[in-house]
């Protein structure tokens, strides 16, 4: 692990750029004691009656398309309403349910899942990088047909990981939920690459030397460990060429991303031992300012978890790294897949 | 359950406008399965070799100050140096230790443990009103003296019970960190309210009409359920008159707040069955801009993990809440402690 090769480093507070935050490194924390019992991971039940398994699909809330389109029981891809949904699809879009002084709108929404394959124990990495390229296919088709909904703002694709890093669900799958609003950190994120584009003339993504943060590389994208990562270990993979919205892939791009992806999931399974992870597409929202396109670049962001959170993070924003980002990735650099 | 009482009641997304961020609230959420083993909540080990503990002193980092001051093996209250420090005092404050294009300065900060108890099993719940508020002194006085050195922009209060809520230490702590710089949060708090003291001439706290939200009342303060909670069953506890800084309390109002926060803490306790939380006490940074003055105004925040969190939240800091605010009051409420 990195912590024991820099075990006296001082700390260090470094600024997060694109998300206009300060994040603590500090070695010195990895190696204090805990007196609970070892979390366990908790392992999924076997499961014999996932509903995202095929032959299942009638336990499921209402299907929005298939992969391949015109396939029956032997689809790849399937994109389906959640049945739990934390915003709902039939409400009218409402502004200010207003309530004296406070605000609130109608839960109005989206909330979908992809389910990635259609057998119980295939992981997103253990697709061949084209069918990783069509998961990332599929998010886009489903992004540019909520796109025609004029009250969405926003839409956030994300995959949860592991009990730990939120799921409920062990059939790989990820989410994606379409908003009426603006979130606050892409508000955040769009401002302050604005400000540096300002500040500099040029995109923050574009303008980034990895130089010791770099992990890897393909044709059209590179990842690396940001320089004020939340997450210890945490990857971004970023587009080389300039572009504001995620949907804006084409075919190509998308199969050489999924080459690029599976290469950084497989490092971190194997460096962390399967962690819990969320897997992020950071895009702009859809009715962005102008203004904004030529600060603005998409980016992916893999978060692993390899400790929980406390008081002190949800209180600040501010979070505490034990890993400095160049110590991770080199280890990442090194991993040999065989 | 709150969430059992309102099965059907359509999503909302209200905005929070001390944060200046949104909330989804959608009771759907909480009948979701999971195929995942039930988390079990870690228990503490078996605990004879406890640093915090009486008796123990000499296996902890150095001591700022015991309370009552002059005690020996009768101490109270024990303000002591994380030993494991996620900032360092030990460092000089450097500005900008400049990587092109990025911004780092030197971890230099403080990073104390106050023990509140010298006996392995008392909970903060569990300590009289007086010796509660003795407590929240502490952590007032060593905020009096973190105040003089200048780097120090900020002093964040925290305390994590059980091990989901980030807890590492079973014996009932709280921490604090002195930061030099701002946390993002804090500024995002500071320019809300601004913006509502400009909007109505008012500030948000002291305007706020808690109706249906509240749930207890003391001589200086009250508590409440507030109308965006992040969390199912947040508490804030507010003081009915205006004050900037948590530092300004004195004694007679802080044994009035130990009572209130003792008697939330043993609510919670018993209707949510001894839920893991974190209690962080939100104030202003030091060197205020004194513009900001008649809009900030400090608060405590109470948060339950009933649930963890997910891409989604990481992502966009926009929270699910699967128990409206009103459900939560009512039954806070209505809790009677014997
Ligand atoms: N002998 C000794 N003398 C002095 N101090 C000692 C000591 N032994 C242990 N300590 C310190 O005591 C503290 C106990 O704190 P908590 O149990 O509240 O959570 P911790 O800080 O570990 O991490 C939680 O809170 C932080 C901040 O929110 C999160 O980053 C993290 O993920 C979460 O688990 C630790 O910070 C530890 O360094
Ligand atoms: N038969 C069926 N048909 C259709 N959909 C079904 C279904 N059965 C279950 N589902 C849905 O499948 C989804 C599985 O999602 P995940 O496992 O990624 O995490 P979940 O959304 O539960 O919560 C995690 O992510 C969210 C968002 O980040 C956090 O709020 C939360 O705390 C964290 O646990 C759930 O949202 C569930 O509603």
């Not at 296919?137 to 839409?155: H, T």
């Not at 979130?183 to 993504?205: F, I, N």
């Not at 929980?308 to 979070?319: D, K, L, M, R, S």
């Amino acid at each position: 692990m990195a912590e024991s090769e820099t075990p006296n480093r001082s700390p260090e507070i470094r600024k997060d750029r694109v998300n206009n935050r300060w994040v603590l490194f500090s070695p010195a924390r990895s190696r204090r004691p805990s007196d609970f019992k070892a979390k366990s991971n908790p392992q999924p039940n076997n499961q014999t009656e996932c509903p995202f398994c095929a032959g299942h699909e009638h336990e499921c809330a209402p299907e929005i398309f298939r992969i391949p389109a015109d396939s029956t029981n032997d689809w790849k891809i399937r994109v389906i309403q959640n049945l739990y949904p934390a915003v709902s699809r039939e409400l009218d879009f409402q502004n200010s349910v207003s309530v004296i002084g406070d605000v609130a709108v109608s839960g109005f929404g989206f909330h979908d899942v992809v389910i990635e394959s259609p057998i119980h124990s295939v992981n997103l990495s253990d697709l061949p990088p084209v069918e990783v390229g069509e998961v990332l296919l599929a998010a886009k088709k489903r992004i540019e047909q909520l796109r025609n909904c004029e009250s969405i703002k926003y839409v956030q694709v994300f995959k949860n990981h592991g009990a730990s890093a939120g799921a409920s669900m062990s059939h790989s799958h990820s989410q994606m939920i379409a908003l009426p609003i603006v979130p606050p950190t892409v508000s955040a994120r769009l401002d302050s690459k604005k400000e540096y584009y300002k500040q500099t003339g040029k995109c923050y993504l574009c303008d980034i030397q990895p130089n010791e943060l770099l992990i890897d590389e393909s044709a059209h994208f590179i990842s690396l460990v940001p320089f004020a990562a939340t997450f210890a270990f945490e990857i971004w993979i970023i587009p080389r060429d300039h572009s504001s919205h995620f949907h804006e892939i084409d075919s190509e791009k998308a199969i050489d991303l999924g080459g690029l992806l599976k290469l950084m999931l497989l490092k971190i399974s194997l460096q962390l031992n399967n962690p819990p992870f969320n897997l992020l597409i950071h895009t702009s929202p859809f009715q962005d300012d102008p203004s904004a396109a030529p600060s603005t670049h998409w980016f992916l962001q893999i978060a692993p978890h390899l400790s929980g959170v406390g008081g002190f993070e949800i209180a600040t924003g501010c979070y505490i790294n034990p890993v400095f980002p160049e110590d991770a990735a080199r280890i990442l650099r090194d991993v040999k897949i065989s």
